[in-house]
């Protein structure tokens, strides 16, 4: 198989590895506003704590690789939407330090909550911005980006924002399920259902709106016979909102959380299916971004050996704080 | 391209690294010192090793979450601002970053978590595994770093392809260029004496307060034996340093030495201001033959000047010349600490000596102020050249980024950065002030 394609997938497993992982716990900031008590939050924060830097890892993994292997890519993208991303950074700069400050200040409880829920959010619905304007498409003249600083500033762009923060949300909401009993597991659970109608919403507005922002999307899915190759992405995500669904109703642990992961994943595949084999969308393919082939090979070499060896000691922490954490291993290293 | 939005996109970038190195430097030693002392505590089973790992794993982890989002920031700034620059290196440079995220990041990250959580879920050998593990994520990722930077300054193993960006020719020439090893010993090591002094000035207080006295002279003897090995050793490592500089980059070392003409037998000029518009030295103050004698080992060596090459080719001077005299003058004082605490050990007066504390005290931020420093010198040292006589600075910069878009970026983050300073300094001054814990069972954490 063809190495640029290889990378491109690797590229994908990585974003989808932050997508999912990263989502969930930007996603129990997301639901920090709506909290009730000090002792839920210290139970949400408790939960996400020891594993959301190794989460956070996955996104440095992805920007990394588009660095290494489609530099072309990476030199184009990033200054299209240089406020978007710098703003997701003092996001993620912000909640990021909250976890320590909120726990080592008792007495301003009040604010490191709202710099980790702000800061969260704000990381969120940049993402969503980028995601947006990744898919409408940039300004490029000559491989150079025009049209100023505010170009991502579009309806379509602020939508994906938005729907993004509900989806992580979601995200966030189904993994408290896994992760709590009593009360605080009813109280996920209502909010994963609101935040399922608002996803649910927001997913259809997005498939509708997107063939009209670029008409070639538009002829990719609704063009006979590959339509009926694509048929079955927009039925899956509706059976995968559907399970998650059921999972909620009938108070199932893992269910709804696996669900959502099933309908992000599938998102995503549509996303691909859209957009393939561009790495800047209409402008520059996989192939012309490309890093010469010494380079690929090095790095690949590095990700047969490393990842595997990642993936095991990532399941194994995920192992070792399964389950709901209890009082006493919050904050361990008190 | 705007030459305004260039000299903002340095400032930031500058601003942002500056910021970050601050927590690794001190991470990295620390890091070590307490995977020594869980191991200690393994060995020995005495408690009070176990009590000091406890007290220090909360600074680290303090300064653990601000290296990594900090450290964020930087993997996507080399694009948002100098987008010319990472076209340039991207094919060079980008897989070297990228074995730093899988060799380094995933392991402190994938590790972090059960040594500052799992002490009740893991038993002690495996806890102390996980501690030494994050302590090597950290030097691992100090490895490929420190090589990819050290690239900038001594490229090697590379051409240029017809589309006119670096493309690999031999990736162990690119990694081992010829400034890495230097550059890497001189900064883990860097970090050594500036974590030994950290732990030292904080160990001074809390025997100063009577917090724990005896736990805090056992950090205190610890932290002044890394010191005294590390702080002497920096001397030399930093020397033959420079003794490279001088092969690869001697304009950086004309700058450092503040010499615009060429000479044999050259001074060494103590203080001058080193004046860019008329090419000389104002209120110089030198020894005659030194420079030559410290550079060359003789007292005719022959030193290039800044004026062999064009004005446009300069770095700033006077920012070379004093950050290296801030970066030496904080190293021989800190070796002369660090002495003056062996013999008062020796003398058996270590924790007695009020003066002795209180002067730990005020050195104890020091290592960090020099490493910072350090990397002024090197880092501004190199302009105008992003990579070293290959491309401009000016040439790296994101061509589209307009002076208001970069002012508010640099705003926000300058905001952000010293509202964290400040909570941290703050947060930590707390936690010192309640110093170790009584003891109450359990492992580690």
Redesign the interface.
């Known amino acids: 198989m063809d190495l640029v394609v290889v990378w491109a997938l690797i590229l994908v497993v990585g974003v989808i590895m932050y997508v999912v992982l990263d989502g969930f716990d930007l996603g129990i900031g997301i639901l920090f506003p709506f909290t009730r008590s000090r002792q839920e939050r210290d139970h949400m924060m408790a939960t996400i704590a020891p594993v959301w830097d190794g989460n956070e890892t996955w996104l440095v993994l992805g920007g990394v690789i588009l660095l290494a292997i489609f530099p072309r890519a990476y030199s184009m993208l990033l200054p299209a939407v240089y406020l978007p991303i710098f703003v997701m950074l003092l996001g993620l700069i912000l909640r990021g330090v909250a976890f320590e400050f909120r726990h080592r200040s008792p007495g301003s409880e009040h604010i490191w909550r709202r710099v980790f829920a702000t800061g969260s959010t704000l990381a969120t619905f940049c993402q969503g911005i980028v995601l947006g304007h990744f898919v409408g498409g940039f300004n490029f003249e000559d491989g150079a980006h025009i049209g100023g600083m505010w170009n991502w500033l579009h309806p379509f762009n602020l939508f994906t924002g938005a729907a993004l923060v509900a989806g992580y949300g979601l995200l966030g909401a189904c993994f408290l399920v896994t992760k709590s009993r009593g009360e605080l597991r009813e109280w996920a659970r209502t909010m994963a259902m609101r935040l399922a109608a608002l996803v649910l919403i927001a997913m259809a507005v997005v498939s509708l709106w997107t063939p009209l922002v670029d008409p070639e999307i538009e002829r990719r899915w609704f063009t006979w016979p590959d339509m009926l190759w694509l048929m079955p992405v927009p039925f899956l995500t509706a059976a995968a909102l559907a399970s998650m669904w059921y999972g909620l109703v009938r108070d199932r642990t893992l269910l709804p959380f696996l669900s959502a992961i099933a309908a992000f994943l599938l998102c995503f595949l549509g996303l691909g299916i859209s957009l393939w084999p561009y790495a800047v969308p209409r402008v520059l393919t996989i192939w012309e971004a490309a890093a010469v082939p010494a380079s690929q090979q090095l790095l690949l070499v590095g990700v047969v050996i490393v990842l595997p060896v990642i993936l095991c000691y990532t399941a194994y922490t995920y192992w070792v704080f399964r389950g709901p954490p209890s009082r006493d291993d919050g904050y361990g290293h008190d | 391209m705007d030459v305004d939005a260039l000299l903002l996109s340095r400032i930031q970038f500058g601003l942002t690294t500056a910021f970050h190195i601050i927590f690794p430097t001190m991470t990295i030693g620390l890091a070590l010192f307490l995977a020594f002392l869980e191991g200690l505590w393994l060995k020995t089973g005495r408690e009070v090793y176990i009590r000091l790992y406890?007290f220090w794993?909360?600074l680290f982890?303090?300064a653990f979450?601000?290296g990594?989002?900090?450290?964020?920031?930087l993997?996507?700034e080399?694009?948002?601002n100098f987008?010319?620059y990472?076209?340039f290196?991207?094919?060079?440079l980008?897989?070297l970053?990228?074995?730093?995220?899988?060799?380094a990041?995933?392991l402190?990250?994938?590790?972090?978590?059960?040594m500052?959580?799992?002490?009740?879920?893991?038993g002690p050998r495996l806890h102390f595994t996980a501690t030494c593990l994050v302590a090597l994520g950290t030097t691992f990722s100090a490895f490929w770093i420190l090589s990819a930077n050290s690239w900038m300054h001594t490229p090697a193993g590379y051409s240029i392809?017809a589309a006119g960006?670096a493309?690999?020719e031999d990736?162990l020439a690119v990694i081992f260029n010829p400034s890495f090893p230097y550059r890497l010993l001189h900064m883990v090591n860097a970090s050594l004496v500036s974590s030994a002094f950290v732990v030292a000035g904080i160990s001074a207080w809390c025997i100063l307060r009577d917090r724990e006295r005896e736990a805090m002279t056992v950090s205190l003897k610890l932290a002044l034996a890394m010191a005294v090995v590390a702080a002497p050793l920096q001397a030399f490592l930093g020397d033959q340093h420079g003794l490279n500089t001088l092969e690869y980059q001697p304009i950086k070392i004309a700058a450092i030495e503040g010499h615009w003409e060429t000479v044999s037998g050259a001074p060494l000029i103590l203080f001058a201001w080193p004046d860019m518009e008329l090419e000389r030295n104002l209120w110089e103050v030198s020894i005659p033959y030194l420079g030559s004698l410290i550079l060359t080992h003789t007292l005719d060596g022959t030193l290039v000047g800044l004026n062999t090459v064009p004005a446009a080719d300069r770095p700033y001077v006077p920012l070379v010349f004093f950050s290296f005299r801030v970066m030496v003058g904080i190293g021989f004082l800190l070796i002369a600490v660090a002495f003056a605490g062996q013999w008062l050990r020796h003398r058996k007066r270590l924790a007695e000596t009020r003066w002795y504390l209180r002067l730990l005290m005020l050195v104890g931020p020091l290592g960090v102020v020099a490493t910072l420093a350090g990397w002024i010198t090197t880092e501004a040292g190199r302009q105008p050249w992003v990579v070293y006589n290959v491309l401009r600075t000016a040439d790296a910069v994101?061509?589209?980024?307009?002076t208001?878009?970069v002012a508010?970026?640099l705003i926000?983050?300058s905001v952000?950065y010293s509202a964290?300073m400040i909570?941290?300094l703050g947060?930590g001054a707390?936690?010192i002030a309640q110093g170790p814990?009584p003891a109450s069972g359990g492992g580690a954490?």
């Open positions: 406890r794993v909360k982890a303090l979450g601000i990594v989002v900090s450290g964020v920031v993997s996507f080399f694009g948002l987008s010319g990472s076209d290196i991207g094919d060079v980008g897989p970053i990228g074995y730093e995220v899988l060799t990041f995933f402190e990250a994938g590790f972090i978590g059960i500052l959580f799992g002490v009740n879920k893991v392809s960006y493309v690999p990736w994101t061509p589209s980024l307009t208001g878009g508010f970026s926000a983050i952000v964290i909570v941290f947060v707390r936690l814990q954490g």
